[in-house]
């Protein structure tokens, strides 16, 4: 049985990623904070990102490495660079020390525009050093991801459900369903030829993205919404309540300003010949499906 090191294993890409590493046959040494319930097929190894000795015993003995694990929503530039780029340097290092060649990354279509965020910026790091690390690497950057247990788009799945939504300024998006994700993640690491050291933006196979509209309105039929009337913030609003919101909840804001640029980016489509090979993976469940089958976990779950 192989054996796959994993970081972000009890997140929300992660664990959907977890599940499918299972069932195609790996076993996991998985690197957690907290303590986990035991599972078969799992070996959880206490520590974190910034415990180097904690990474290498994540990696011992292990054939690949998944590195999922990174922050979205911190402060400072510094604790960008922290848990992005320095991070994967230090998982990037614990492969190296264990003999591992095949490194799968996962980023985020904020690394193409740097400048426009911290956020964004401490992903293209986290990039550039996944491409100096003589490694078998993969990178993906993966767009909006929707899914069971998700807390980001759970607001929009909300103001769906009451008939209205504040969306970003007028732009377009990619999304990608998190279980379709997995599988290509899953994909990648059995992959010893086609993939490495390419960049690969996945999506839901929907033509040149959605309008942030158009996806609102997806959600709206998802959660039985004949129409959803839809708001678009203007930028300036938008930067303003990131200042508003760090002002009031401190280092609990949601909307921070750099979080507010991010939003505010008018094209978040995944480019033209980013896509994985067909004969690696392709998009297989609809959109719509994928959005009521979140629905319904949200129901289930009591969130919705």
Known sequence: MPTLAMTGATGFVGGATLNQALAAGWHVRALTRRPQPEREGVTWIKGALDEPDRLAAMAASSDALLHVAGVVNVPTRAAFEAGNALATGQVIDAARAAGIARFVHVSSL???????????????????????????????????????????MLDLFRMARRGIALLPPRGRMSAIYVDELARLLVALLADRDASIGATYEPDDGHPNGWSHRSFARAIGRAVGRGHVSTLAVPRMVLKAGGRLDTLVRRGRAKLTPDRARYIAHPDWVVAAGALPPPEIWRPEIATSDALAETVRWYRREGWL
Do not use: C, Q
């Not at 491409?131 to 069971?148: C, E, K, M």
């Open 110 to 152: 904020a690394a193409r525009e740097p400048e426009i965020s911290d956020y964004s910026w401490s992903k293209a790091r986290a990039e550039t050093i996944v491409r100096a690390s003589g490694l078998d690497w993969t990178i993906v950057r993966p767009p909006a991801v929707f899914g069971p247990a998700d807390t980001e």
